[in-house]
């Protein structure tokens, strides 16, 4: 989901960690005492329940081993080497283990991360890594993440992700920072559940670099429709009361209201169909929602400069460190992020509003809707 100050693409879903636990083995019958000869009894003090007696050989050589359990369980299978392959900056796992038992049967090795893949937290890779594994079952997902990959290596440089708690939403793609946020219940969740809401996500990280107006509903469309293909090749079944479910079961019916519903609802009804609508209608509305991001942007901005001039008294009043630090952490800083965020929902758009006010910019725009609807037909033509 994309996400900024005003309503936007995103993805509300109700969508496990792979590496399994291995209890202890029990030792091998070879490594078991052997039997004691008969006269080795014989200067020992007469047992209270009289003693087996021993064979009269004791085997020269010992039997053979068991076979340990196998080491690789199948959630730990490798990805496929032709989506793997990317940028060369080193993968976060190089392979290394530590030294063999031989008694304990060898962990799983932990799946791989894309090597042009980055991730916040190491502790969380593998389960990204097992999330992908999951997508590449798909033909959509493989086909998102080979695009992917292409735009990736363009601009030579990785794409970084990280686990957020999150309260209304599964994930959404920070537009300015082009950082993919997925929440943390994904962390608990089947690697197939979550995989079609990675590929919506990543679909929205290629759509950025296709140079298309941010608040063009038509984004969110194709994600969805990217979400919906993925899940039933991968066979995904929602519980009721899932978005997900709600969503297929609209899918069903009539597709003209299917976009409709969608546009309604999802926090999408504040961004703009082109599908429906027009250029100059777009143009109108975003010029009305400048204005009003303007006045936002100063409001901030006259916060702000309350709060450096309070700052700036108490420093000349000598307060203590601590209560500046807590003025500064409280008051200034806050009141600087919200400034922050005001200025960026300013500049998207702004930026909009260049590209449709260009021929090229506009055209670029409406070929991108035209094919998402027919994309929306052909998937709904087949869907029953």
């Not at 994930?171 to 219940?185: F, H, K, M, N, Q």
């Not at 559940?193 to 063009?216: C, G, M, W």
């Not at 500064?328 to 965020?341: G, H």
Request: net charge positive; hydrophobic share 40%.
């Amino acid at each position: 989901m994309l996400r900024s100050a005003l309503p936007v693409p995103g993805l509300p879903m109700p969508l496990v960690s792979l590496a399994p636990s291995l209890s202890r083995p029990l030792l091998p019958s070879f490594l078991a005492a052997p039997a004691l000869p008969a006269g080795a009894n014989a200067a020992l003090p007469k047992p209270v329940v009289p003693v087996v007696a021993a064979p009269a050989s004791v085997p020269a050589a010992l039997p053979a081993p068991e076979a340990l359990p196998a080491s690789a369980p199948e959630a730990a299978k490798t990805l496929s080497d032709q989506v793997r392959s990317g940028l060369p900056p080193d993968a976060l796992f190089d392979g290394s283990r530590a030294e063999r038992s031989s008694v304990r049967p060898e962990p799983a090795a932990a799946p791989k991360l894309y090597s042009w893949f980055r991730i916040a937290d190491p502790a969380h890779a593998a389960a990204l890594a097992a999330i992908l594994e999951a997508a590449e079952e798909s033909a959509t997902g493989r086909a998102t993440l080979s695009k992917l990959k292409a735009k990736l290596r363009s601009r030579k440089r990785p794409l970084v992700f990280e686990f957020t708690k999150q309260v209304n939403s599964h994930a959404y793609v920070d537009w300015e920072t082009d950082v993919v946020r997925l929440g943390t219940s994904m962390l608990k969740e089947d690697p197939a559940h979550a995989a079609p809401v990675l590929i919506h996500e990543l679909t929205h990280v290629i759509q950025k670099s296709r140079r298309l107006p941010y608040h063009a509903f038509e984004l969110e469309l194709e994600a969805f429709l990217v979400t919906l293909k993925s899940a039933r090749e991968l066979g995904v079944t929602y519980k009721r009361g899932d978005f997900m479910r709600a969503t297929q079961l609209k899918f069903k019916g009539d597709l003209d209201e299917f976009i409709d519903w969608l546009h309604a609802g999802h926090d999408q009804k504040e961004n703009f169909r082109l599908l429906s609508g027009s250029r100059d209608e777009f143009l109108r509305k975003l010029e009305e929602r400048l204005d009003a991001e303007a006045k936002k942007v100063a409001t901030a901005a006259r916060t702000v400069a309350r709060r450096q001039a309070t700052y700036e008294q108490m420093k000349a009043a000598s307060y203590l460190p601590s209560a500046l630090e807590n003025y500064r952490n409280q008051e200034l800083e806050p009141a600087r992020e919200k400034l922050r965020s005001a200025q960026g929902s300013y500049g998207l758009v702004e930026r909009d509003l260049r590209l449709l006010r260009s021929v090229n910019g506009y055209l670029r725009y409406r070929h991108f809707a035209d094919d998402v609807r027919a994309m929306a037909k052909r998937l709904h033509d087949s869907w029953n």
